[in-house]
């Protein structure tokens, strides 16, 4: 068989005898022995040297992930955001199936985001006064209560439209706590300097999901049924309560505003972000391209089944599909290394002028495979959306306000996605797909060039 060779010759400064050197590393020798008649050549490569720096590339790179508490939570988290994409397409698909009419997917869609505009600027009060991670907890435990319940009035024949509708609810509700606990207790799991990279891993976590979770689940339901679909669900919320369990948190960098009263708190909340114009204006823009882009892909259960009769593995499909453009964006994002801070970050706007041509796309093309490709670009925009701006208002964040703000950054965001699952999909239903999409996609354009522009003269500067 193959010759044997000392390894000391082969790492020696000198060459063997009977040896050559190629490529550009000269400890790279390769000794010739002949065995044989004619013979052969027997390679023998050197051990590879250790290198210091190869552990710390992936720290280097994305900051945030020298963080344990983080790494804790991403991997509790990732398990409970694929039950929750999982439970989105069984309760999409459950409106779809109950009542054939897209102006039902929309309403429940709206059911289960509308409670963030009523009561979300309440829980952000209540997450800057109280522990956020005793909060996650309780928060976690009841969403994975509502997916037992639906799991059993699907058994027990009780599920109509209007349990449907009910249960939509109540984790809308649920849900509307949870936002802005997260958000300010995802902040102190890192060092200041590396949350704007914590907020794209979280969203690299949240997008891997969204990738993954509307696949399993439309295979869930057409493989095995809705129930086995729901229990998957409700077993995905237990890693994260464990992590939860583990995770501790920096301590805030403001002290806890414990005088006035509740009303007052909000209201002081609300005129932080009214006093910061990059904050205002990042709010508004990202509220007009949740309603549009963000809207559509609520209805999108309609446009899959109804529009081009692909059921539940479609909807899976073209789930995953915007899931694999969000994911590829958030990776981008992270792998940027930038701070977040210094005003509206171009990239992200323009992103939100790509991601409303892609609504139109969307409305005028009739093959199944464009339609996948205009929805990963939509999940691809709106994640650069998401994050850029997100970022920047999170950086200019002490945490003594961090809880009410970010509740109204998820007030515009999920509200506006909300208004527009019911709006588009009651209009899908009068005009079509084709001139709803088109004209809100039209409207979009025209608007968010109109803030763009008040936003320059605003600030005074072109943004970086």
């Not at 199936?97 to 009561?119: E, H, K, N, R, Y």
């Amino acid at each position: 068989m193959f010759g044997d060779t000392d390894r000391s010759t082969i790492a020696g400064l000198e060459p063997a005898p009977d040896s050559v050197r190629v490529g550009l590393n000269d400890d790279v020798v390769f000794p010739l022995h002949a065995h044989g008649r004619g013979g052969f050549i027997a390679l023998h490569w050197p051990a590879p040297r250790p290198n210091p720096q190869e552990g710390q590339h992936l720290t280097m790179r994305f900051p945030a992930l020298r963080a344990r508490d983080l790494r804790i939570y991403l991997f509790g988290n990732f398990f409970a955001l694929n039950g929750l994409w999982v439970q989105r397409v069984v309760v999409g698909w459950l409106g779809w199936d109950l009542t054939g009419q897209a102006s039902w997917v929309g309403v429940i869609a709206f059911l289960m985001f509308a409670p963030t505009m009523i009561s979300g600027p309440l829980f952000g009060v209540v997450a800057d006064r109280v522990d956020v991670r005793r909060a996650a907890l309780v928060t976690q435990s009841l969403l994975s209560l509502t997916a037992v319940v639906l799991l059993v009035l699907f058994l027990a024949g009780l599920l109509t439209i209007w349990t449907l509708a009910a249960t939509a609810v109540a984790t809308g509700v649920i849900t509307s706590a949870h936002h802005p606990i997260r958000m300010a207790m995802v902040p102190r799991l890192v060092p200041r300097e590396a949350l704007a990279n914590a907020v794209a891993l979280v969203s690299i976590n949240f997008n891997f999901a969204r990738l993954m979770g509307p696949a399993v689940g439309g295979l869930l339901i057409s493989g095995f049924g809705v129930p086995w679909a729901l229990l998957v669900n409700v077993l995905c919320f237990l890693p994260l309560l464990g992590a939860l369990g583990f995770v501790q948190l920096r301590p805030r960098d403001a002290a806890v505003q414990k005088g006035g009263t509740f009303l007052g708190q909000l209201a002081a909340g609300a005129s932080y972000v009214a006093g910061q114009t990059v904050i205002l204006h990042a709010m508004i823009l990202n509220g007009l391209f949740s309603f549009i882009v963000r809207g559509t892909l609520e209805i999108l259960p309609a446009i899959a089944d109804g529009v081009y009769q692909r059921g539940a593995v479609g909807l899976g499909q073209i789930l995953a599909a915007a899931g694999a453009g969000a994911l590829a964006s958030s990776v981008i994002m992270a792998y940027r290394h930038t701070t977040g801070a210094g005003g509206l970050p171009s990239v992200s706007t323009i992103a939100a002028f790509a991601g409303f041509a892609l609504v139109a796309l969307l409305g005028l093309v009739a093959y199944w495979p464009l339609a996948l490709f205009s929805v990963c670009g939509m999940g691809f925009t709106g994640a650069m959306v998401g994050i850029g701006y997100q970022s920047t208002v999170q950086l200019s964040l002490e945490d003594g306000f961090r809880g009410r703000v970010m509740s109204l950054w998820t007030v515009v965001g999920i509200g506006g996605a909300a208004l527009g699952a019911i709006g588009l999909g009651a209009l899908v239903d009068v005009l079509g797909l084709q001139a709803t999409l088109t004209g809100a996609a039209s409207a979009g354009i025209v608007m968010s060039a109109f803030l763009v522009l008040r936003t320059r003269e605003d600030t005074g500067r072109a943004m970086p």
